[in-house]
């Protein structure tokens, strides 16, 4: 396992995502990937899972030190009155007394980012988060709670895979200090069908899922979070740590890069270009 070092922080550089991993599945899915060796779990408040999450994580006997565990907020959950009383819940939920990053999982046009920051800040310094970061911040957004209201975050969660321009939020978040964390990293399957991407698999003797990967991991501010549910699949996600890829392999992957975005749902805000 690679690990990045952001902040004085030592955090795995490979997590798993949860959505859509809910009840006896979820909890045997993260109970699987705690034995394979994962230690970087995000879930959230609107995957319905925090309950199976939890379950899997007190059950492991696993130090909670040695964890990295991620939830977010909903946006319509954002409001002083609301975020506090929820994120107690949600430890609860996950049974532990923090998380080590608390997210903002969208942002909420109606309610002013800098009245949220100034609400997670107030719950990190409860002791209810480690940390806080974003979630699907685009880059003038992610400006304006850095450089307006002085946010120490430390990541912004969003979709980021070889068919998605990401580059220019890499290099705003280095200069900041903040990783990227990947959600969809492997599009959907579009990387498992990719010509390019087949050709550099088969020359490792890997699978294109695991090349995929490994050329995020391999990009210092990145961490992925592929998701899923079978065990030999969350095996393969995770042996990627025994080989490498040279600089031409990833100019050809990151040659991919275009409009390929998949996560753009109504509520979305007006993303960078791609």
């Not at 979820?26 to 899972?49: K, P, S």
């Not at 992610?142 to 070889?162: F, I, K």
């Not at 280095?174 to 969809?184: E, G, I, K």
Request: no cysteine; glycine share 8%.
């Amino acid at each position: 396992m690679l690990y990045r070092t952001i902040k004085g922080l030592s955090i795995p550089a490979l997590g798993l995502g949860t959505f859509g991993l809910k009840g006896d599945d979820g909890v045997r899915a993260v109970r699987d990937a705690l034995e394979i060796g994962y230690r970087h779990i995000d879930t959230a408040q609107f995957y319905a899972n925090e309950d199976a999450v939890g379950e899997a994580l007190s059950g492991s006997g696993l130090a909670r030190e040695t964890l990295f565990v991620t939830t977010k907020v909903w946006p319509t959950n954002l409001a002083d009155d609301k975020a506090p009383a929820l994120v107690e819940e949600s430890l609860r939920k996950l049974k532990t007394e923090y998380v080590d990053l608390l997210l903002i999982h969208w942002p909420n046009p109606d309610i002013p980012v800098g009245q949220t920051l100034a609400l997670f800040k107030g719950m990190k310094e409860r002791g209810l988060a480690r940390n806080i970061g974003v979630s699907n911040f685009p880059i003038a957004l992610l400006r304006e709670a850095l450089e307006t209201h002085g946010a120490d975050l430390l990541v912004n969660q969003v979709e980021y895979h070889p068919f998605l321009n990401q580059q220019p939020m890499i290099d705003t978040l280095a200069q900041h200090d903040m990783l990227l964390t990947a959600y969809m990293p492997l599009a959907k399957g579009r990387a498992a069908a990719d010509p390019t991407i087949q050709a550099i698999a088969h020359t490792h003797g890997k699978s294109p899922q695991q090349v995929t990967l490994r050329w995020l991991v391999q990009q210092d501010q990145v961490v992925p979070i592929p998701r899923s549910s079978r065990v030999e699949n969350l095996k393969a996600n995770f042996d990627i740590f025994d080989f490498a890829l040279s600089s031409e392999e990833m100019s050809r992957i990151s040659a991919l890069r275009g409009g390929g975005r998949l996560a753009n749902p109504a509520w979305a805000p007006a993303w960078d270009a791609a």
